[in-house]
Each structure stands twice: as C-alpha cells, then as structure tokens.
C-alpha cells in the first residue's frame, strides 16, 4: 500500500498569490482564507503529482528554517483543514482527474 | 406628450444602468408606471437593447417571502428564484422572463443580479457602497448594513454629485476603474445622478472618535472589497471571475480605512 499522501489544488476555488502571501477562496461556500508564505509554497506545489513529504522537503525545508518532522506534521494540519473547507484534494494516489463545474456557454 | 402619458400607452419601458439597455416589457400599465417612476432618470428611450425580459405579474399575496435567493446555471440559462420572484434568463438570446408580483422591490433584485452577472465577466462588480463625485473623481464609502454608507451620503457637501447611498457600480473601461450612478438605493430612498467618473479611491467605513485615513493593502484590501460585493451565483467560474475582479482592483485602485466622526468634517478628508 502507498503510504504518500498527495495533495491537489480543488478546482472549486479562486486564488491569487499576493505577495508573499496566497488568498484562496472556496467557489462552494465563498470563504476566504490567507495562506503565508510557508502555506502558499505548499499550496503552490499541491499539483496532485508530488507528494506531500515531498513537497516539504523540497519546498519548504529547503527555504524555510523549519526542521522536517515540525514541517510536515504543521503541513499535514494545514493540509487537513484545507481538506476540510474542499480547497485541497488528499489521496494516497495520484490525483490527475477532478470534476467540471457548471459552465455558461461562451 | 408627457412621459407619463407616453408609458401609459406602451407595453414596455427600458431601464439603462451603467450603460446596459434592459427592455421590460408587461401588460400592466400600473406597473409600468411604477417602474417608470422607480427609476427616473435611468429610463431610455433608446430602440438599441441588450436584453428584453418580459414580467408576468402573479396576484398579491402570493410569493412565499420565506425562501432563499438562489442563482443556478444550467445549459446556459440563468434561474433566479427567491420567494417574491421566479426568473429565467438566456444570455446568449438575450431573452428573459420574470414572474413576481407587482412589487418594485422584486424586480429591484433581478436588475441587481442581473448586473452582477453581466459586470462580472467584464472584471467590474456591484458593491455595498455609497459613492460621490467630487472634482472629477469617484469615491467609494463601503461597509456593512450601519458601518455609514448612508450617512456618508447625506454629509456630502454641495460639490459632490451622489451615485447612490448603497450599491455602487464599478466597470472596467479600457483599464480603468469607474464608478455610475445607479437608482439602488438605501435609507437615502433618492436615485443616485446618473454620471460616471474614474475612481480615485475606496473607503472601508469604521466610526470612531476622530476622523482618520490610513492605508489597506494586500490581502487586506482584498478581504476588506470581497466582504461588501455583491455576487450570487454560486457556479464556481463566476466565484473566480469574482474574485479576481477584486485583485485586480485592489492592485489599481487605493483602498484605504475611513474612521470617521458623523459630522461634515470627514468630507475635508475626501478631496
């Protein structure tokens, strides 16, 4: 069994890096959240290919002061409340695939 | 002729806010009237519409005043439904059609959304805001039900030209932000003039104990316009489309926080 967990970016929101900071907002229910600069370099390499110890040591211990078990046990509650508001997809597989929202014709 | 002999003859009357003709058609003459009346100033006589919605009046007594607002989308026709009114809108036609009763305020809410759907693909909004032209430029004054929009509004000295005391229209034309008038009003109950003019700034409205400017940037900025726009449907492009107008915005025009002292002194600050 695959113990990675991956993370996907949900396309059921809006998000707009700003400076060192990224706000994302849930199209479903129009919260708004504002992630630092340690959650957006998350947020910013959550493709659904990578996992997420992956992207912490890459991304985030690789830039950031932060030891590696602090990093993703603080990356796994951020990853859980994204989760939670439907901004992040988590999977122990690869996420390629993600459902259409409803589209006005052009 | 006067005008209002004129719509007492027709069978329609078209309603221009921020530059966008809108036909209503309906059979009642009554209400024709009022709608003639509800938005003077922003009645055309222009043939050239974008859209015709036509109004099918139900007998008083019969909306269900209860239900939640609610903006679908499905195969490319808007369904906009709350307990006063039922709508159905094509935009690829241009064609419409609204059931309410004979209420100002029902058609009131369709116009708004309406325009919160049309502004948005074109990186504008509707925003819980008063605003006024003074020397040329617009300002905005937003905040929630009692931050002062309204207030705002009635301290506005002789120069200033009102655009309204509640909801504000902001267009994007060729890059630049600009705020027209619009007939939604609040506790005002006046039509604002219908003029437009590039914004200058946007204030988010606090009242304290003395009058004070500072600057929002950011995040802030965005947090401070996304809490006071209007948008309804809850199809995730038009949340985006929503949301990136707002960015957008934030990084062109100033939006700073406005204490203010209820008295005409804080209109010594908006030059």
Same mark, same amino acid.
């Given at each position: 069994?695959?113990?990675?967990?991956? #993370?996907?970016?949900?396309?059921?929101?809006?998000?707009?890096? @700003?400076?060192?900071?990224?706000?994302?907002?849930?199209?479903?229910?129009? !919260?708004?959240? !504002? @992630?630092?600069? #340690?959650?957006?370099?998350?947020?910013?390499?959550?493709?659904?290919?990578?996992?997420?110890?992956?992207?912490?040591?890459?991304?985030?211990?690789?830039?950031?002061?932060?030891?590696?078990?602090?990093?993703?046990?603080?990356?796994?509650?951020?990853?859980?409340?994204?989760?939670?508001?439907?901004?992040?997809? #988590?999977?122990?597989?690869?996420?390629?695939?993600?459902?259409?929202?409803?589209?006005?014709?052009? | 002729?006067?005008?209002?002999?004129?719509?007492?003859?027709?069978?329609?009357?078209?309603?221009?806010?921020?530059?966008?003709?809108?036909?209503? /058609?309906? &059979?009642?003459?009554?209400?024709?009237?009022?709608? /003639?009346?509800?938005?003077?100033?922003?009645?055309?006589?222009? =043939? $050239?519409?974008?859209?015709?919605?036509?109004?099918?009046?139900?007998?008083?007594?019969?909306?269900?005043?209860?239900?939640? %607002?609610?903006?679908?989308? &499905?195969?490319?026709?808007?369904?906009?439904?709350?307990? =006063?009114? +039922?709508?159905?809108? &094509?935009?690829?036609?241009?064609?419409?059609?609204?059931?309410?009763?004979?209420?100002?305020?029902?058609? =009131?809410?369709?116009?708004?959304?309406?325009?919160?759907?049309?502004?948005?693909?074109?990186?504008?909004?509707?925003? /819980?805001?008063?605003?006024?032209?003074? &020397?040329?430029?617009?300002? %905005?004054?937003?905040?929630?039900?009692?931050?002062?929009?309204?207030?705002?509004?009635?301290?506005?000295?002789?120069?200033?030209?009102?655009?309204?005391?509640?909801?504000?229209?902001?267009?994007?034309?060729?890059?630049?932000?600009?705020?027209?008038?619009?007939?939604?009003?609040?506790?005002?109950?006046?039509?604002?003039?219908?003029?437009?003019?590039?914004?200058?700034?946007?204030? %988010?409205?606090?009242?304290?104990?003395?009058?004070?400017?500072?600057?929002?940037?950011?995040?802030?900025?965005? +947090?401070?316009?996304?809490?006071?726009?209007?948008?309804?449907?809850? $199809?995730?492009?038009?949340?985006?489309?929503?949301?990136?107008?707002?960015?957008?915005?934030?990084?062109?025009?100033?939006?700073? +926080?406005?204490?203010?002292?209820?008295?005409?002194?804080?209109?010594?600050?908006?030059?």
């Amino acid at each position: 069994m695959n113990t990675s967990r991956y #993370v996907a970016r949900s396309n059921a929101i809006a998000a707009r890096a @700003l400076g060192d900071e990224t706000m994302v907002m849930s199209a479903t229910n129009s !919260t708004l959240f !504002t @992630l630092n600069e #340690v959650a957006s370099a998350i947020w910013k390499a959550a493709d659904g290919m990578t996992p997420l110890d992956e992207i912490i040591k890459n991304k985030v211990c690789s830039q950031f002061e932060i030891a590696p078990d602090a990093a993703l046990k603080d990356a796994e509650a951020l990853v859980e409340n994204l989760a939670g508001h439907g901004l992040l997809l #988590v999977s122990h597989e690869p996420i390629t695939k993600q459902g259409n929202s409803c589209k006005e014709p052009a | 002729m006067s005008s209002v002999m004129a719509v007492a003859r027709a069978s329609s009357v078209v309603v221009e806010i921020g530059g966008l003709p809108i036909r209503l /058609h309906c &059979n009642d003459q009554a209400f024709l009237l009022q709608i /003639h009346e509800r938005y003077a100033g922003y009645v055309s006589s222009s =043939d $050239d519409v974008s859209f015709d919605f036509e109004i099918e009046l139900a007998p008083p007594g019969t909306e269900s005043g209860d239900e939640d %607002l609610s903006v679908t989308c &499905n195969s490319g026709i808007w369904l906009l439904e709350r307990g =006063d009114f +039922r709508a159905e809108w &094509n935009p690829a036609t241009g064609r419409g059609r609204i059931q309410q009763t004979i209420n100002p305020f029902s058609l =009131d809410s369709v116009l708004r959304i309406v325009h919160t759907l049309l502004l948005a693909r074109k990186g504008g909004f509707l925003v /819980h805001a008063s605003s006024a032209i003074r &020397n040329g430029r617009a300002f %905005l004054f937003s905040g929630v039900s009692g931050a002062g929009k309204t207030t705002m509004a009635r301290l506005a000295p002789p120069d200033a030209a009102l655009l309204t005391d509640e909801i504000s229209y902001v267009t994007r034309q060729d890059g630049r932000y600009m705020a027209i008038g619009t007939p939604f009003f609040g506790e005002l109950a006046r039509v604002g003039e219908n003029i437009k003019a590039p914004i200058e700034a946007v204030y %988010l409205l606090a009242k304290g104990p003395e009058n004070k400017i500072e600057p929002i940037e950011g995040t802030a900025a965005v +947090r401070g316009l996304m809490e006071n726009i209007l948008f309804f449907a809850k $199809d995730p492009e038009f949340v985006k489309l929503v949301f990136d107008s707002a960015c957008e915005f934030a990084a062109r025009v100033p939006v700073r +926080r406005l204490t203010f002292v209820p008295n005409t002194s804080v209109w010594e600050l908006i030059v």
